[in-house]
T-cell receptor, first 109, second 117 residues
Framework: RKEVEQDPGPFNVPEGATVAFNCTYS??????FFWYRQDCRKEPKLLMS???SGNEDGRFTAQLNRASQYISLLIRDSKLSDSATYLC??????????FGSGTRLQVQP | EAGVVQSPRYKIIEKKQPVAFWCNPI?????LYWYLQNLGQGPELLIR????????DSQLPKDRFSAERLKGVDSTLKIQPAELGDSAVYLC???????????????FGPGTRLLVL
């Protein structure tokens, strides 16, 4: 079983739609959580950190449920430019990041 | 500010040949990572350096892979000999210490796409 599990998708949604991704992690010692975005044939880039109380950055909302060991990302009012792969990432302090396989999002006009 | 620089961007070699990748991290970043990314997968750590010291190389296939970061700045990853299954994207990343442990942002380079024929 992978340490970080994500639905690979693809999620095909129309512009303006709201879409949500979940991921689960297996290591209960995980302490930091992130969402990274990776465009096709590009490197991953940090989208946002995920905090226990939940946090929002514009159209993006991230939530963490430590008891159930899952993380979510909500994208409101989807734009064509949101089309990418979204990588769920967890970290045990003192170790390198552990990446999920990613969820592919395709926003259609 | 310049980002993480990697070269070459693309490399095609025949199996059993050696290959080397080079990475120059963001200035001032003392932590450097090498990741391998296969198609449809997330990056997987190969090795992590704190300055010139390899602090985590548990996932590095040491029979054919080697890495060095002699002066604690740029780094080289080598494969010798390459196998067909080594075809992947090799990503380098760097980060600097943050006040809150575990919240370091990793900045990735563009990667080297390796194709082994």
């Amino acid at each position: 079983r992978k340490e970080v599990e994500q639905d690979p998708g693809p999620f095909n949604v129309p512009e303006g739609a709201t879409v949500a991704f979940n991921c689960t992690y297996s290591n209960s010692a995980s302490q930091s959580f992130f969402w990274y975005r990776q465009d096709c044939r590009k490197e991953p880039k940090l989208l946002m950190s995920v905090y226990s109380s939940g946090n929002e950055d514009g159209r993006f909302t991230a939530q963490l449920n430590r008891a159930s060991q899952y993380i979510s990302l909500l994208i409101r009012d989807s734009k064509l430019s949101d089309s990418a792969t979204y990588l769920c990432v967890v970290n045990v302090h003192g170790r390198a990041l552990t990446f999920g396989s990613g969820t592919r999002l395709q926003v259609q006009p | 500010e310049a980002g993480v620089v990697q070269s070459p961007r693309y490399k095609i070699i025949e199996k059993k040949q050696p290959v080397a990748f080079w990475c120059n991290p963001i200035s001032g970043h003392n932590t450097l990572y090498w990741y391998l990314q296969n198609l449809g997968q997330g990056p997987e750590l190969l090795i992590r350096y704190e300055n010139e010291e390899a602090v985590d190389d548990s996932q590095l296939p040491k029979d054919r892979f080697s890495a060095e970061r002699l002066k604690g700045v740029d780094s080289t990853l080598k494969i010798q000999p390459a196998e067909l299954g080594d075809s992947a994207v090799y990503l380098c990343a760097s980060s600097s210490p943050e006040k809150l442990a575990g919240q370091e942002t990793q900045y990735f380079g563009p990667g080297t796409r390796l194709l082994v024929l």
